[in-house]
C-alpha cells in the first residue's frame, strides 16, 4: 500500500491546476508525476485508458480521473475552509455553473486560443462567445472579490485556470480592451495569492519510480 496519494500532473492543465488547489487547500500530501504529455508514462496510463490529467492513485489502489472528483475527495477529507459543504448548499446552481465552464466556455476557448487544431474555425467569433460568458461571471462577483460569497469558494478555485488561459490567449485584449473590470480583478487577486503561486511550483519531469516528488513540497518523505 502507498504511504502517500500519487497525483499524476502536468503544471499548466487547467484540470491539474484545480486539482492541485484542492489538494493543497486541503493539506493532502502527494506524491506528484509530472508528466510530458507527448509522452505519457504507462504507469499512468494503466490506472487510467483516457490518457489526461489529473489523475489521482489513493493509497488503497483506487483511481480518481476527473479533476472535479478530486476536488470532491479532498475536500470531504479535510474541509477546514467550508469549501465543499458551501458547494453542497447550492448544488443544483453550482452543477450548472460549472457545466457552463467546464463544456460551453472550454469548448469555445480550445477554438479561441487553438485555432490551428481545427478546420474552419475563426477564433475571434469564440472569443466574443467566451467573452459573453465572462460578462455573466463578472456581473457575480461581489464586493469581496469572490463570484460567491465573502470568501474563496469551490466555484472560484474550479473556474480559475479556464479564465487564466483566456488572458493568456491574447494578454493585451484581455487587459487593454475587455471592459469587465471586475473579473481581471479577480483574476490579477487570485494570481498573486500565496496558493496559486504554490501550486505553480515547477517539478522535474517524473521518469520512473526511483524518483520521488511531494506536494506541496513540505519535507515529506
Known sequence: MAKFPILYSF???????????????????????????????????????KGTVPVLLLEDGSVIDESLDIMFWALEKNDTNSLFRDYMINEAENKKFLNMIDIDFKYALDRYKYPNRYDNVDPIMYREICHNILIGINDKINENNYIYGKYL?????????????????????FDNEMPQTKIKNWLTNF??????????????EWVNEKEQFFFPNNGAN
Open 153 to 173: 469558494s469551490f466555484i472560484d478555485i474550479a473556474t480559475l485556470p479556464f479564465i487564466r488561459q483566456f488572458r493568456i490567449a491574447d494578454p493585451s485584449w
Open 191 to 204: 494570481l498573486n495569492l500565496p496558493i496559486f503561486r504554490q501550486i505553480m511550483t515547477k517539478y522535474p
Open 11 to 49: 503544471r499548466r492543465c487547467p484540470y491539474a491546476m484545480r486539482a492541485r488547489m484542492a489538494l493543497f487547500i486541503s493539506n493532502i500530501t502527494c506524491e506528484l508525476r509530472e508528466v510530458k504529455l507527448s509522452n505519457k508514462p504507462s504507469e499512468m496510463l494503466s490506472l487510467s485508458s
